[in-house]
């Protein structure tokens, strides 16, 4: 797929990844070379990504990697999070009594 897309393998290594994002024109002549409709495969800059440097131990540099996390999920994380608030809060409380 990089030999079609004029660019080296690690460059599109990269854009697999999620490292470098894959322009409109890209994603135009992958469609083409699959033979499909670009709606078809077309992925949008909708979802978030979160970068953490995994600090290993060794004679590691520390590790790249990757998560998509969906919006849905960080919501309920976000409403779980405010309900633990609310629950320390109110033990906080108790506890001076």
């Not at 890209?26 to 979802?47: F, G, P, Q």
Request: hydrophobic share 35%.
């Amino acid at each position: 797929m990089a030999e079609k897309l004029f660019m080296d393998v690690s460059n599109y290594n990269r854009r697999e990844k999620g490292l470098m994002k894959i322009s409109p024109q890209e994603w135009e002549r992958i469609a083409a070379v699959l033979n499909v409709k670009l709606d078809e495969i077309y992925e949008t800059d909708d979802h978030n990504f979160f970068v953490f440097k995994d600090q290993s131990t060794g004679n590691y540099l520390g590790n790249n990697n990757i998560y998509s996390i969906p919006e849905y999920i960080l919501d309920v994380q976000k409403k779980y999070i405010q309900k633990l608030e609310e629950e320390n809060k109110i033990l906080r409380e108790k506890l001076k009594e």
